[in-house]
Every structure is written in structure tokens, then in C-alpha cells.
């Protein structure tokens, strides 16, 4: 699987927008770019994920450049609750296939 | 519904024990996973079933790792004379046929002493 290569932490204010990159130059064409989270003392938990287009769902939007080498998680009205490290990973459409986590971003939601 | 449970949620253990973590995925999910978090980093991958068979144990550290899902629903991880090294938060996830996402239990923290 592709490397990804994310800050190591960031801070949002409550209720603005948290934008968060993550770049993977060497991601292969048939991989997709997966976002997960884990809240302290939980286990990760799926946001969404993408192929090419830019997606949305009902927790955020992914929008990933049209080369494909970097995308960004958007958060568009964080809450203390969404305070987390999140992890961004590259991996095939396989439901077999593990997922390779790094170390992620640990994102502050600050009141 | 009833999401990925696990059990014990922590579990303390005198260095050189044997522990055995149990997993309970979601009904109907066909893939089982088990990943090992340490303090601070992101969960790493340790062994995969699908239904009953290991497909991959490639992750497993050690021969005193070992797991199975004897019929196809729970999963048993058992970690033999546990070392200090082993402490860790063990996490299990399970995802549909054909699925893309894999969903988490709480982990089990193991700590041994």
C-alpha cells in the first residue's frame, strides 16, 4: 500500500470548518483514499472514503485533487466532539485487505 | 444495532501468563481482523479470517500469537507467556462481503505487569 504522509497534529475553533491534508504522491490507480477516526479510548471509526471524485456523506466531504496525490477531509462545523486523531490511508477496493494506519492528526477542536 | 463487541475491556496480566481476548463481530460479517495499537501510534495489523479460515497472519509478532474463529462468527486472540512488550490496546473489526468498511470494537487493553 501507498505511504501517507499527514500533519502531525492541528487546532480548529468550535463551529468553523476543519480542513485536513494528507498527501499520497505514490498512490496507485486502482487504490482508494480511506478516512477514518478514533476518539479516546474507542476503536477507529469509518468517515468515508474515495476513488477520484470528491465525496460527501453526512459526517464530511473528501475532496481529493485531480492528480490524486493529495487529498483534504473537511469537517464543515466541528464540535468539541469531533476533537479525535484522525488517520487518512491509501488501500485497494479489497475487503480482504487490512488497513496500513500511520500515525494520523491528532485534531484539537478548541471551545 | 449491535456493533463489534469485545471482551475483556481491559486485562491485566502477570508477565509470562497466557490471556485470551474474545471478539464478537457483527452478525453476517464474513471478515475478521485483528490489529495491536501501542501507546501513541496507529493500530497495526495482525491477522485476518475469512469465515473460519486465516487467510493472513503475516502481522502476528510472534508464535505466541495465535487466533481462530472455529466457526465463522467468534474470534479468540490468545497471546502465550505474555511479555511486558505486549501491552497494547488490541483491537478487533470486522466488515461485510464485498465491503468497504471495516468496523471497529472498543479494543481490549492489555497490560502486563
Known amino acids: 500500500d501507498a505511504k501517507t504522509t499527514q500533519p502531525t497534529s492541528m487546532d480548529c475553533a468550535e463551529g468553523r470548518a476543519a480542513n485536513l491534508p494528507c498527501n499520497h504522491s505514490t498512490i496507485s490507480g486502482n487504490e482508494y483514499v480511506y478516512w477514518y477516526r478514533q476518539i479516546h479510548s474507542q476503536g477507529p471509526q469509518y468517515i468515508i472514503h474515495g476513488l477520484k471524485n470528491n465525496e460527501t456523506n453526512e459526517m464530511a466531504s473528501l475532496i481529493i485533487t485531480e492528480d490524486r496525490k493529495s487529498s483534504t477531509l473537511i469537517l464543515p462545523h466541528a464540535t468539541l466532539r469531533d476533537t479525535a486523531v484522525y488517520y487518512c490511508?491509501?488501500?485497494?477496493?479489497?475487503?480482504?485487505?487490512?488497513?496500513?494506519f500511520g500515525p494520523g492528526t491528532r485534531l484539537s477542536v478548541l471551545p | 444495532g449491535a456493533g463489534v463487541s469485545q471482551s475483556p475491556r481491559y486485562k491485566v496480566a502477570k508477565r509470562g501468563q497466557d490471556v485470551a481476548l474474545r471478539c464478537d463481530p457483527i452478525s453476517g460479517h464474513v471478515s475478521l481482523f485483528w490489529y495491536q495499537q501501542a501507546l501513541g501510534q496507529g493500530p497495526e495489523f495482525l491477522t485476518y479470517f475469512q469465515n473460519e479460515a486465516q487467510l493472513d497472519k503475516s502481522g502476528l509478532p510472534s508464535d505466541r500469537f495465535f487466533a481462530e474463529r472455529p466457526e465463522g462468527s467468534v474470534s479468540t486472540l490468545k497471546i502465550q507467556r505474555t511479555q511486558q512488550e505486549d501491552s497494547a490496546v488490541y483491537l478487533c473489526a470486522s466488515s461485510l462481503e464485498g465491503g468497504n468498511e471495516q468496523f471497529f470494537g472498543p479494543g481490549t487493553r492489555l497490560t502486563v505487569l
Open positions: 490511508i491509501v488501500r485497494v477496493a479489497n475487503y480482504g485487505q487490512n488497513f496500513v
